[in-house]
């Protein structure tokens, strides 16, 4: 059972499985063009799902990760969230990290909807770490129950080392 604030949600659609191929989407970027799963082909992807960046767990997790693996070759961090493409932006010009891949789902929420991640009650996503090999094989997921504690930093990362 997954929770948000101490309540249990519902997640719309399947949440993926290890060794399946992550499907392609179609999602905002900050300077609202858009961009799908094969603007990133033939690099390994730590793709990181926050409820919403103006939150402090949601902050460290993005800031982290950018931190911690933008510096690896053929790597990209994709973080996505239901918040606005312009509190995106926000948010990493306040934060410095200008370079950071951050996408938006707010426009119909598919991408919530055909990763298993769509909080009904919310209409936020609730918070996964998925890490993909450079053919958008699932190699690595954490979808965490309580949706407000933080990921396992350190085994994402070690799982796109690994790659």
């Known amino acids: 059972m997954t929770t948000f604030l101490g309540n249990p949600v519902t997640l719309i659609g399947k949440q993926l499985k290890i060794g399946e191929t992550a499907p392609d989407f179609s999602l905002r970027a900050s300077d609202l063009s858009i961009k799908s799963l094969s603007d990133f082909a033939g690099k390994k992807k730590v793709i990181s799902v926050v409820p919403s960046i103006d939150t402090g767990i949601c902050s460290t997790q993005t800031r982290t990760f950018n931190k911690e693996l933008s510096a690896m070759s053929d790597t990209v961090v994709i973080t996505i969230s239901a918040d606005l493409p312009f509190a995106q932006a926000r948010w990493c010009?306040?934060?410095?990290?200008?370079?950071?891949?951050?996408?938006?789902?707010?426009?119909?929420?598919?991408?919530?909807?055909?990763?298993?991640?769509?909080?009904?009650?919310?209409?936020?996503?609730?918070?996964?770490?998925?890490?993909?090999?450079?053919?958008?094989?699932?190699?690595?997921?954490?979808?965490?129950?309580?949706?407000?504690?933080?990921?396992?930093?350190?085994?994402?990362?070690?799982?796109?080392?690994?790659?």
């Open 93 to 163: 010009g306040v934060e410095g990290l200008e370079q950071a891949v951050m996408l938006s789902d707010y426009y119909d929420n598919e991408f919530g909807k055909t990763y298993g991640l769509l909080m009904a009650e919310w209409h936020l996503l609730a918070r996964a770490v998925l890490v993909l090999d450079e053919d958008n094989k699932l190699v690595y997921a954490e979808y965490l129950e309580n949706v407000n504690s933080e990921p396992n930093y350190q085994a994402a990362i070690e799982a796109v080392k690994a790659l």
